[in-house]
Structures are given as structure tokens and as C-alpha cells.
């Protein structure tokens, strides 16, 4: 007997074997096979975790797959690698030639043993089918001590069947019996009940450690693994995203994060590094071209995010109202805060603060407001929206002299534009409309019309801050006056609002700019504003 079989069988009762099967079981299922070099790579990855056994392919399929599989022998270390080989003279036997190199090896054979599979698909009888396996286990022996043995479809085998054939296994030098839930049928309570049955009817079940191999049709398929070990099982069979055939395996994050979290429950324990886990995850979901949906546990984009303003303010009170796992355990720096309309005061007050502004600087119910009326228009804010509502706040103090107040514009395909904008001018409001060639030089038109103050605009630009449907636009100009140039900014979610905002703030350093000359003539001081962020240019 091997090291490792000695370590296996001498497995305390508390530790569950991890079998990874996402270069198998995940791999056979995509919708285009895995190079040589993506596998190894993926093998890497996925021995980082710490798994206890890998099966990494199926030799007899192709002579890829034999290559992959010895040069994943020949260069991962750590795990035990593992082939998988039908009750097949000849899949044994390449499945052992490809296995060679490793420094800990498994065969793994099967055949299916339910009523559907013996009859339709093997077309053999159970006692063939027994007659079959046991010759394959006992040649998998001839070229490695550790064989495992799948009775394929076991959920749906009737249970003296199962111990029929679980014994003879054994008997023939099986060390690992795995009992697949191969079309993802059973149910937790039916899958426990069939283990404490294998446990307390075969007489040499002792000499074997239990595996379970669970398929998600139902989406039980962690559940059912769970069961099965609470039952007695000690291997789980499981794959990296919960990739493989149909609606996958069980998942090795979800199984690994249950073990780790509910020690109060199961009392086990596993190998795996969890930190490495989100890591491993990205990787096979990019090599695969699996992407994993947003909501997946454990790994997916919102497993670590909140979005409601309740659990966002609880969980800035103490992680623990809403988080059952740290995100440092999976491999995660920090949780996220999505800002939304159903976001609260607390968390933007918070967001407010890392990006550097003190209460002082605003006041959270008005802050609060705006951010609503920006969120129910975007859907997402982002901290650079947060930045630029307090930016236009600045900007649009009471004491600045003109104020945006309405804008409204059209715009036909091969028709002059049309706007019609409002401005606040201390108490007065003014509006007028104007025609242009595009809804921003109808704008500025009509702005030069209340102001009476026409600008030669020499610089226009538009860009867009953050990315895709969501970002928001920032319009930059510039402007000559009286031979000296002026910068003006604005940013709002509709460019045209943008460029109207930048338009004004330059109607603003003018207006401010004639008070200071007005004043140092008059030699009186003028009061203090802040232009935060508009740079002005002699
Ligand atoms: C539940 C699972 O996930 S099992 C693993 C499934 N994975 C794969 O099938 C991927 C690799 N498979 C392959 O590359 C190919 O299917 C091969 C090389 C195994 C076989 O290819 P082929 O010889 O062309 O046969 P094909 O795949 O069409 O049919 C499967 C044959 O194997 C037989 N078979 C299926 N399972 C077993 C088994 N465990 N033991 C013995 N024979 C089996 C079938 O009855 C069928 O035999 P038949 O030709 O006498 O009817
Ligand atoms: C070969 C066995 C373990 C299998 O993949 C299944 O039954 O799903």
C-alpha cells in the first residue's frame, strides 16, 4: 500500500476527501474541448487549492486527452491524479500507461449498474455487469493500489443491487466505492438513506471509503453530497464553478465554504485553501469560456455585495448582519457597496467619507436627494458620480450668478435643433428659445440671448466618465473674452445638460471676474467662492 492510500484510508473520520473532477467531468461537458496546455495550466490551479484528488481525464477518449493526462502526471504535484477508464480492458490499460509518470496515482473505472443503463445502453445483465467490474478492478490493481470503482446511475439503482455490487467490488480491491447521482434524480433524505443502507448491509464496506458524486438537474447537487456525508460518505466529488455534464456537478466552492462555515453542524474538515478559491474560480470560467452567472454562491460578481440600503447600513456596522463568510477566506480584498435607489443615507455618508469629503462639506438629507434623483435615472452610481454631484454642487452655490433652473431641447434628423433654456439670475428668472445646428449650439444660442453676453467658444470637448450605458458626460470648453481664456466644466448624465452647465460656469468667472475688477476699483474686498475644479486661464 501506497503513502497516500495509507493517508486516505487512515483519514479521520472528521476530513472529507476532495476529488476534484473539473478537467473530467467539467471538461467533457464543454462545447469545445481543452487544449493540452489549458488543462495543465487549469491542473495547476486547481492542485493550488489543495484538492486531495484530481481527475484529470479520460486516456482511451483521444490521444490528446492521454497526452494531457500524462503530462499532467508527469508535472502536477500534490494531489493524487486520477484517470478514468469504462470497465474496459483496453481504457484500463491506457488509462495506467498515462498515469505512469505521476508520484500518487488513481484509477478510476466504472460501469452503470441501474435498471435504465443495464438494459438500454449496456444491454447486460446485472450479474455481467458485476463480471465486468470485478475484472476491471482487479487488472486496474495489476498497475495501482488505489482504484476507485462507480456503479454509474446508483440513485436510481434498487438498493440490493447496489450492495450486491459494492460488495464484490471490494472484494475485488476496490479502496474508493463511489455512488454517482449520474442524472442529478435523487434527494437529500433518499441519498443519505441509500449510504446508512451501503454502511449497515455490506459486510466489507469498512475496507472502502464512500464517494459521492452528485449532478445539479435539480440543483440538489450540493445538497444531496452534503446528506451523504452527514450519512457516512467521506469523498465528494465535485467540480470548480459546478461545471459538467448538463447543469453540472457539485460545486467545490459551495461544498468547501458549507464544511468550512458549519463546523458546528457537520464537524468536518477538508484541505482546501480557500483564498484560492475565487482565484481558481476566474481562471477555469475564463479557460472553459463558462462565464459564472452574478449571483452564483461563493464566487459569483454579487456573492460578496450588498445593494440595499438595510443590509449595507448593517453591514457597516458589523459584517456580520449580513455575511456569513469573510470575502478574505475565498480570496476576496473587501466586500462591495453597490449604490443604487434603494441604497440609504448611511452608506453614501460612508462612500462620502473614503473618497476624502468631511460632513462639513455637505449636507447628507439635500446630498442624499440629489443622489436619489441622479440613482433613479442611472440605476447604478458610481463614486465618480458621487464626485461630480458634489462637484456641480460647488459649482452651483447660491452665490454663483447665474443658475440653470430649465433646458429643453429637440432635435429632428435633418432639422435645425431647437432649445429653450431658463436661467436664475439672483431672484430673476429669464428664459428664451433659440434654433441651432445641434441642440448645443441651440443652447448656448439661447443662453447668449438672456445674458446678452455672446462667448467665443474656442474649445469644445465631451467625455464620458465611467463606462458604457451608465457613464456620465463631462463637457469642457473654452472661452475667449476680452482677450484672456476661461475654462468651464459640466457634467450631468444628459451631454447636452453638460455642455449648458459648462456654458454657464464661464458665464460665472466672468460675472465673478467683473465683481473682483468692479470691487479693486471701488477698493472693497469681494466675498469668498470656491471654484473647485474649474482651472481659469489667463
Ligand atoms: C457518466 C459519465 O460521465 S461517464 C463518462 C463519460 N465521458 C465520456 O464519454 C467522454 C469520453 N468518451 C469517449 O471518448 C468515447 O465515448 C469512448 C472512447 C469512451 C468510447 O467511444 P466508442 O467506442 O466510439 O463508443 P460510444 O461512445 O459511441 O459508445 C459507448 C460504448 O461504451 C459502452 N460503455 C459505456 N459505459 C461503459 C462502461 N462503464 N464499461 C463498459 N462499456 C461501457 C456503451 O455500452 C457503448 O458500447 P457499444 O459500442 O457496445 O454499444
Ligand atoms: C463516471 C461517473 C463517476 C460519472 O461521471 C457519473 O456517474 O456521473
Known amino acids: ?77 500534490g494531489p493524487r491524479i486520477c484517470g478514468l477508464a469504462r470497465a474496459v480492458e483496453n481504457d484500463i490499460i491506457q488509462c495506467a500507461n498515462a498515469l505512469k509518470s505521476a508520484e500518487q496515482s488513481r484509477i478510476h473505472t466504472f460501469i452503470a449498474t441501474s435498471p435504465i443503463h443495464l438494459k438500454h445502453k ?72 441509500m449510504i446508512e443502507q451501503l454502511r449497515n448491509r455490506v459486510p466489507n464496506i469498512n475496507k472502502a471509503i464512500l464517494s459521492v458524486h452528485c449532478h445539479n438537474d435539480l440543483g440538489l447537487a450540493v445538497a444531496n453530497s452534503m446528506a451523504a456525508i452527514q450519512a457516512g460518505a467521506r469523498q465528494i466529488e465535485c467540480t470548480v464553478n459546478g461545471i459538467g455534464e448538463r447543469a453540472g456537478n457539485c460545486s467545490l466552492e459551495e461544498v468547501a465554504m458549507i464544511i468550512n462555515t458549519r463546523k458546528d453542524l457537520y464537524n468536518l474538515s477538508s484541505g482546501i485553501k480557500t483564498q484560492e478559491i475565487v482565484r481558481t474560480s476566474h481562471q477555469v470560467a475564463q479557460i472553459c469560456n463558462m462565464p459564472v452567472q452574478a449571483n452564483k454562491a461563493i464566487v459569483g460578481d454579487n456573492a460578496f455585495a450588498h445593494s440595499s440600503g438595510i443590509h449595507q447600513d448593517g453591514v457597516l456596522k ?166 484672456q481664456r476661461y475654462h468651464g466644466a459640466g457634467l450631468a448624465t444628459d451631454i447636452v445638460e453638460a455642455s449648458a452647465k459648462a456654458y454657464i460656469n464661464v458665464l460665472n468667472l466672468l460675472h465673478r471676474a467683473e465683481q473682483i475688477e468692479q470691487a479693486k476699483q471701488q477698493n472693497v474686498k469681494p466675498t469668498q467662492t470656491s471654484h473647485q475644479g474649474v482651472s481659469h486661464e489667463a
Open 1 to 77: 500500500m501506497d503513502t497516500h492510500t495509507e493517508k486516505l484510508e487512515g483519514t479521520p473520520q472528521d476530513r472529507v476527501i476532495i476529488f476534484d473532477t473539473t478537467l473530467r467531468d467539467g471538461e467533457q461537458a464543454l462545447r469545445a474541448s481543452l487544449s493540452r496546455r489549458a488543462k495543465l495550466e487549469l491542473a495547476h490551479a486547481i492542485a493550488r487549492l489543495n484538492v486531495d484528488v484530481m481527475e484529470v481525464g479520460f486516456p482511451v477518449s483521444s490521444p490528446e486527452d492521454f497526452m494531457s493526462v500524462q503530462e499532467i502526471a508527469n508535472q502536477v504535484r
Open 122 to 193: 449496456l444491454r447486460m445483465s446485472l450479474e455481467q455487469a458485476k463480471t465486468s467490474a470485478i475484472g476491471s478492478i482487479k487488472l486496474a490493481r495489476q498497475y495501482c493500489d488505489d482504484v476507485e470503482f462507480s456503479c454509474e446511475d446508483a440513485a436510481r439503482t434498487p438498493i440490493d443491487d447496489l450492495c450486491f455490487m459494492v460488495d464484490a467490488a471490494i472484494e475485488a480491491g476496490a479502496r474508493t466505492i463511489n455512488l454517482p447521482d449520474t442524472v442529478g434524480y435523487t434527494t437529500p433524505q433518499e441519498y443519505a438513506f
Open 318 to 483: 458589523a459584517e456580520n448582519t449580513y455575511e456569513i463568510i469573510k470575502p478574505s477566506q475565498v480570496g476576496i480584498k473587501a466586500n462591495e457597496l453597490n449604490l443604487t435607489s434603494r441604497s440609504g443615507r448611511h452608506v453614501i455618508a460612508h462612500r462620502l467619507t473614503t473618497l476624502g469629503y468631511s460632513e462639513q462639506e455637505y449636507d447628507l438629507d439635500q446630498f442624499y436627494q440629489q443622489f436619489l434623483n441622479l440613482a433613479d435615472k442611472k440605476g447604478a452610481v458610481y463614486d465618480y458620480d458621487l464626485e461630480a454631484l458634489m462637484y456641480n454642487n460647488l459649482l452651483e452655490q447660491a452665490d454663483d450668478h447665474y443658475q440653470l433652473s430649465f433646458l429643453n431641447t429637440t432635435t429632428t434628423t435633418n432639422q435645425v435643433s431647437s432649445a429653450t433654456v431658463a436661467l436664475r439670475m439672483g431672484d430673476q428668472s429669464t428664459s428664451e428659445a433659440a434654433t441651432g445646428n445641434g441642440p448645443v449650439e441651440a443652447t448656448y444660442k439661447a443662453i447668449n440671448r438672456i445674458t446678452n453676453t455672446p462667448l467665443n467658444l474656442v474649445q469644445y470637448q465631451l467625455s464620458a466618465k465611467g463606462e458604457g450605458e451608465s457613464a456620465i458626460g463631462q463637457v469642457d470648453i473654452v472661452v475667449e473674452s476680452a482677450g
